[in-house]
């Protein structure tokens, strides 16, 4: 799928001086879905790799804040925002899963593996870890979507509150008229 | 519930009068909304992107929808099952998001709100400094006039005085060598015609010389005004 280059674009962007001026350009998001599963077969078809041809794609992006450094007063706890920038393709012949995630740092890739993983964590569902048949991958790959969701939900109701906590503190002043 | 709450804190927010705000205080705020707006934004790209994913799967698994050939999974129960169970979480997730997307568009409005009131507090602030400079700059303007006046009441007496200083007319006890017979008459006045001339000499050019250089002054800032005139039309 062409347009996943634009969600890898995202993670740097380069004024015209050539300098870094964003480490991720925030504004930047979007969707992209492809369905090829007509028969006859559309698209590439590998069969050594078991893919019969029949697939859709999807790309996205997320986006999270995250607490990159906490410090005494709290006015100058350091945040970030964080993207994924997420391909997946579903070849229905077989049922093989492609995933490309594009993270900063890896924790994606940890969560991803414990939960889908031959190794991973034994306390997660046993079925989002069953690619025998099609049906077993498919119901797999719903189970990424969400940890990817989850993944994205998390910190925001930290950053929102420690954004409501350091305007009262400011524009009130020392003294407590609240 | 919340316009009371707001009004009655805002009540008192402008009673504590000695909270001065400053200009770093003031970026700051600003810097937070535009934080607070950014974050706005991010939320509500996840929500569309949720809802897409999740609608992209409900047309792939609808039975009745022509345009894809989702078969033989779409009509496997246990996909089906799976699917609902996915919705129902991505719809929590939605929902997470929508909710924190709500909040923060509140504090925004609230932050804006304050803003606007820190800034009053500035102005107002502002306004008392430069009308205690304005009632001082009015009493030194006073003074000021009163110095003139005097000056300008002085101004005859000082000249006479001045020229008196000088030895174009003197008065003097006659009892020089020069004085010949009448002596002992009491002050004389002598007039000295030489020193006037050279008086007259110096004193004339000068006067000349200071109202040509306040004159030149005036041209030139005249020429000055009139080049930057022309610099802005054009």
Redesign the interface.
């Known amino acids: 799928m062409a347009s996943f280059v634009d969600f890898i674009t995202m993670f740097a962007v380069k004024g015209s001086s050539g300098r870094q001026v964003e480490p991720v350009e925030?504004?930047f998001?979007?969707?992209r879905?492809r369905?090829l599963?007509?028969?006859p077969a559309r698209a590439l078809a590998l069969p050594s790799l078991g893919l019969g041809g029949?697939n859709?794609q999807?790309c996205?992006?997320?986006?999270?804040?995250n607490l990159r450094r906490q410090a005494a007063k709290q006015?100058d706890f350091l945040w970030s925002?964080r993207h994924s920038a997420v391909h997946h393709q579903f070849d229905?012949e077989k049922g093989v899963t492609v995933w490309v995630v594009a993270s900063a740092r890896d924790e994606l890739r940890g969560r991803i593996k414990q939960l889908t993983g031959a190794n991973g964590n034994a306390d997660f569902r046993q079925e989002d870890r069953c690619f025998a048949s099609?049906?077993e991958s498919?119901?797999s790959s719903?189970a990424v979507?969400?940890v990817l969701?989850?993944w994205?939900?998390e910190d925001?109701?930290g950053?929102?509150r420690w954004?409501?906590q350091?305007?009262e503190e400011?524009?009130?002043?020392?003294?407590a008229?609240? | 519930m919340l316009t009371p709450a707001l009004l009655s804190?805002t009540a008192?927010?402008l009673?504590?009068s000695?909270?001065?705000?400053d200009a770093d205080?003031f970026l700051?705020?600003q810097k937070?909304?535009d934080?607070?707006n950014?974050?706005m934004?991010?939320?509500d790209?996840?929500v569309?992107?949720?809802e897409?994913?999740h609608s992209?799967?409900q047309g792939?698994m609808d039975v009745n929808n022509p345009?894809?050939?989702?078969d033989p999974?779409r009509h496997?129960s246990?996909?089906r099952d799976?699917?609902a169970?996915?919705a129902l979480?991505?719809r929590e997730?939605t929902h997470?998001?929508r909710m924190?997307g709500a909040?923060?568009r509140t504090?925004a409005k609230?932050?804006a709100d304050?803003?606007d009131?820190?800034q009053q507090k500035l102005q107002a602030h502002t306004n008392s400094v430069m009308e205690s400079l304005t009632i001082q700059s009015q009493r030194e303007a006073v003074n000021m006039r009163i110095i003139s006046v005097l000056g300008f009441l002085l101004l005859p007496a000082t000249f006479v005085s001045t020229f008196f200083s000088t030895d174009v007319v003197k008065y003097q006890k006659d009892d020089g060598p020069g004085a010949g017979g009448d002596g002992g008459q009491g002050p004389r006045e002598s007039y000295s015609p030489l020193a006037m001339e050279r008086w007259v000499e110096v004193a004339l050019p000068m006067t000349v010389l200071t109202f040509a250089a306040a004159y030149m002054m005036v041209y030139w800032e005249r020429v000055r005004r009139w080049t930057r005139l022309l610099a802005c039309t054009k």
Not at chain 1, 60 to 65: E, G, P, Q, T
Not at chain 2, 18 to 21: M, S
Not at chain 2, 67 to 70: A, E, G, K, V
Request: with cysteine; aromatic share 14%.
């Open positions: 925030l504004r998001s979007g969707f879905e369905i599963l007509a028969r029949r859709y999807l996205y992006s997320l986006k999270r804040m006015e925002a229905i099609a049906e498919f119901i719903l979507h969400l969701a989850q994205a939900t925001w109701r950053y929102i954004l409501e350091v305007l400011k524009v009130r002043g020392d003294q008229p609240f | 804190q008192k927010f009673q504590a000695d909270f001065e705000p205080n700051f705020v937070k909304e934080d607070t950014k974050a934004m991010m939320l790209a996840n569309s992107i949720l897409s994913i992209f799967y792939l345009n894809t050939n989702f999974l496997s246990a996909c799976a699917l169970d996915f979480q991505m997730f997470d998001f924190h909040r923060a504090l609230i932050t304050r803003k009131l820190v």
